[in-house]
């Protein structure tokens, strides 16, 4: 066998099982960048993953606090976001996912979102992931740029110190220099020996802060890291993806359009299932 399929700390998230051998998504802009364009992302996502039987949790960030420029979009804000996010789960009944920033933001993101995402920059922010943990609510920590696979075991160790078992990792590239992530494919199965972890393949083709003020990207290379990352082994998939990638308001730059996303669940559905063998 190849690797483990079954992590030992499974669990789900509303109909979404996490760590049982089956692929999951979370997928979604990066922003609200409106009530209606999140509406229209989700019914468009929710449409594809249900023709595929891939179980799906919807993602969108109320803030985007750490914009490389003042002057960019964050997004509506906490109170406006939270009843977006909410109103959008009631309508779909989709699972929400979103970030938080700080310990206060975490009870209240909690009554809409059934996933607190802890941003790569913030993942040895004990008390931010204490007080996600506390939320009872499912905790996703995006493994910082600057963190070692093996030390990402003291993040979980913080969420679980609340009695919240409901923890899963996120790998999105390590920098590399100045303005460059790359991918070592070695941390999914070290990660994995932790708590079920997902690939973020939009992000780790990021460029930060490198397009004058904003970050810049290489969409181009992200199918190959996700069928990369599947056939080595994981739990789930994080992918950031628009309609009009162009046009986004927050990392356009290294989203996924829309109209690829598709056919490359077909490709890593099939590399899932030979593998999984």
Same mark, same amino acid.
Request: hydrophobic share 45%; aromatic share 6%; net charge neutral.
């Given at each position: ?128 992931? %204490? #007080? *996600? !943990?506390?939320? +009872? ?10 963190? /070692?696979?093996? &030390? ?77 990352? %599947? #056939? *080595? !082994?994981?739990? +789930? ?10 046009? /986004?308001?927050? &990392? ?26």
């Amino acid at each position: 066998m190849l690797y483990n399929l079954h992590v030992s700390n499974a669990f789900e998230i509303g109909p979404v099982p996490v760590g049982d051998g089956k692929l999951f998504l979370i997928a979604g802009p990066c922003v609200i960048e409106s009530e209606r364009h999140v509406r229209t992302m989700a019914d468009a996502l929710q449409r594809i993953t249900s023709d595929l039987g891939i179980p799906y949790i919807f993602k969108a960030s109320f803030d985007k606090a750490n914009r490389t420029s003042v002057k960019s979009f964050r997004g509506p804000g906490l109170k406006e976001g939270v009843r977006i996010l909410g109103e959008l789960a009631r309508a779909t009944g989709l699972p929400i996912l979103t970030d938080v920033h700080e310990p206060a933001q975490c009870a209240p993101v909690a009554e809409a979102a059934d996933v607190l995402q802890i941003p790569a920059f913030l993942c040895r922010q004990t008390d931010l992931l %204490v #007080a *996600a !943990g506390n939320t +009872g609510r499912a905790v996703n920590i995006k493994k910082g740029q600057f963190v /070692a696979p093996w &030390d990402m075991t003291h993040p979980v160790e913080k969420v679980r110190s609340t009695g919240n078992e409901r923890v899963f990792l996120t790998e999105r590239g390590a920098s590399f220099g100045y303005n460059t992530l790359v991918v070592d494919f070695r941390s999914l199965p070290v990660m994995r020996a932790m708590a079920p972890v997902v690939f973020d393949g939009t992000h780790s083709v990021q460029q930060p802060s490198a397009a004058g003020g904003v970050s810049g990207g290489q969409p181009e290379y992200i199918p190959l890291l996700v069928r990369a990352a %599947v #056939a *080595a !082994g994981l739990d +789930g998939l994080f992918l950031e993806v628009h309609d009009d990638p162009a046009h /986004a308001l927050s &990392d356009g730059a290294n989203a996924l359009d829309l109209k690829l996303l598709r056919p490359l669940l077909e490709q890593l559905l099939a590399i899932h299932a030979a593998v999984s063998k």
